[in-house]
């Protein structure tokens, strides 16, 4: 089965012009033979690297500005906003895993979350999950998920699961994944560098399945002059903000392609997703090689909405 993973930037926080990218991106991959398309983390309608290049306090309002406008472009799925994604998928008969910024429509209809989509070749939205913790400063930008979308599902390449960037450092939220029959485990993550990719090839071995890092490949001159105060943000035009890193390992350990850095395009892989089970044979973190007569494991997967109307 041939995998692309996308490293390419969006159009920075204009989510019209990225969902046309992104379809365009989908059906070069799928006419390459791709049947498993993976996106990197919150990449419609771009990461919002700004929350570490603004000061908390005195930069707040170029922070609220920027936000507004992130906000603005983000994914409402009360509004069927992955509508144009899943059509590409059945279009192109593949299977999408999506990392993309999602409006929260049903409730406040103001907070966003970081959330994972994982769309099936039919279209059907398989999983959703929003990131459980958002990382230091990203916190000023997103809401807290919940457990209901640690999920590992069934999909046309097989069972698909996804963790987002530092969630994958934490070992309670993997071992909810490896408990669930995982073939393919997907990382959308703003992480790069030795130790992320460390971290990606210690899952493989941990998990005892294929494990896919990816971030966006970004410069500074990739993003439009028009972004409020994109002077200030991205002053070196020749800035790689981020180098990107895709990769791809295989069950067990060891790399299969990539890392894919400082160059845009699309990391390809072949993997064959029956490796996944058979590499468990030797240590498999949730069957054989679990005690649990000594360790237990409970996970909360029900929707916590802050409110409930009867």
């Known amino acids: ?45 771009g990461y919002p690297t700004f929350c570490w290049r603004l000061a908390p306090g005195s930069d707040m309002g170029k922070t609220d500005e920027l936000f507004a406008l992130l906000q603005a472009n983000s994914i409402d799925l009360s509004r069927d906003g992955l509508a144009p994604l899943q059509a590409a998928a059945v279009e192109n008969e593949v299977v999408l ?17 970081n959330s994972c989509a994982i769309i099936d070749a039919d279209g059907r939205i398989a ?23 640690l999920n590992v599902v069934d999909t046309a390449v097989g069972r698909i699961g996804a963790l987002i960037c530092w969630e994958n450092y934490m070992p309670l939220a993997r071992y909810a994944l490896y408990a ?5 485990y997907v990382a959308p993550t703003w992480d790069t560098g030795e130790t992320w990719l460390a971290t990606m090839q210690h899952i493989a071995r941990e998990g005892g399945c294929w494990v896919i890092g990816c971030a966006t490949a970004l410069e500074a001159s990739d993003i439009p002059a028009d972004i409020p105060h994109a002077d ?43 490796e996944a089970r058979a590499s468990r044979r030797k240590f498999d973190v949730c069957g054989h090689y679990a005690r649990p007569d000594v360790f237990s494991l409970s996970v909360d997967r029900r929707k916590m909405p802050p409110v409930s109307f009867s």
Request: charged fraction near 20%; charge should be negative; glycine fraction near 10%.
């Open 1 to 45: 089965m041939k995998v692309a993973i996308i490293q390419e930037p969006p159009v920075y926080l204009n989510l019209e012009a990225s969902m046309i990218c992104a379809v365009s991106l989908i059906e070069k991959a799928a006419s390459e033979g791709a049947k498993l398309v993976v996106f990197p983390e919150a990449w419609f309608p």
């Open 97 to 113: 895993v999506v990392g993309y910024q999602e409006l929260d429509g049903d409730v406040s209809g103001s907070t966003i979350f």
């Open 127 to 149: 999983n959703n999950h929003r990131k459980l913790m958002p990382t230091n400063p990203e916190r000023m930008i997103w809401g807290f998920g919940d457990g209901s979308g």
């Open 180 to 184: 669930q029959n995982i073939d393919i």
């Open 232 to 274: 200030i943000l991205f002053p070196n035009k020749d800035e790689w903000v981020n180098p990107g890193d895709a990769v791809v390992y295989k069950p067990f350990g060891g790399v299969v392609a990539g890392p894919m850095r400082r160059e845009k395009g699309m990391l390809w892989a072949e993997i064959d997703v029956s």
